[in-house]
């Protein structure tokens, strides 16, 4: 059911991201970051927030939360309206953070993720049984790498390219006549984007996000926007 359902999953939002700390630090520095996310799609709208924080640039730690409003015409629903809690909790690893010239630095890092969704009046018609069912939430993780590269404009300002692939598994829950179901989904995922970062003084980030996630057992794209700003220590 999750594969016919991921573009219901928000912006970073949703199902997963990138991790937003080490990888805009300077090597070696630690820092706490706070991001910002929103977006609209067919279907939906959806805002949500990201806490994490990172020890020496190696090892990032993050919890996401998004929350989505859900059209239920567009979805095929026989409520007007669902919605949509994601929750996500997220390390990172970075096993290799190295300039490669005076104005470029690699980062690739191992990721592994728990994950869990949470809906609220998503009620269909099962087209086999003709019976009303209620989708009620997924739990699953993810694990997989991640790689970025910073390319320094100028002192202060920098575009970051980035590349994220996992694999995605998990169970969803269901009912129907008062009786739960369970069923298991897997696949691929990754998302592609680039970032607008601005040092400041002190060594922390300002940034500006653009990403696209792509699944490949449902073939669902995703887009999203995020503002965030890492402090440096």
């Known amino acids: 059911m999750k594969k016919l359902l991921i573009v219901a999953i928000v912006f970073g939002l949703a199902l997963q991201a990138n991790a937003q700390v080490s990888r805009f630090l300077e090597t070696g520095k630690s820092g706490l970051g706070i991001q910002a996310l929103g977006g ?12 994490g924080g990172s020890f020496k640039g190696i090892l990032d730690a993050e919890f996401l939360y998004t929350h989505q409003l859900q059209d239920g015409e567009f979805n095929h629903l026989i409520t007007d309206q669902s ?11 970075w096993m ?11 980062n690739l890092g191992l990721f592994g993720l728990f994950e869990t969704g949470l809906f609220k009046d998503y009620l269909f018609i099962n087209s086999e049984t003709g019976l009303e069912r209620e989708y009620k939430r ?12 910073n390319l320094r404009l100028d002192e202060h300002w920098s575009l ?24 298991g989904y897997g696949g691929a995922v990754s998302i592609t984007g680039v970032a607008l ?15 696209q996630h792509y699944w490949t057992y449902g073939t669902y794209f995703m887009y999203e926007l ?6 440096a220590f």
């Open 40 to 51: 609209l799609g067919e279907g939906y709208q959806s805002y949500g927030g990201r806490i």
């Open 83 to 93: 919605t949509y809690d994601y929750y996500e909790g997220k390390l990172t690893w």
């Open 96 to 106: 290799f953070r190295k300039p490669v010239s005076p104005f470029l630095d690699v």
């Open 138 to 149: 997924f739990v699953g993780g993810t694990v997989g790498f991640e790689a970025s590269v």
């Open 160 to 183: 970051q390219p980035s590349f994220y692939m996992g694999y995605d598994f998990g169970k969803d829950f269901e009912t129907e006549s008062g009786q739960d179901y369970q069923s």
């Open 197 to 211: 970062t601005r040092k400041m003084a002190n060594g922390s980030v300002f940034y500006a996000l653009a990403q």
């Open 226 to 231: 995020a503002l965030g700003y890492v402090f």
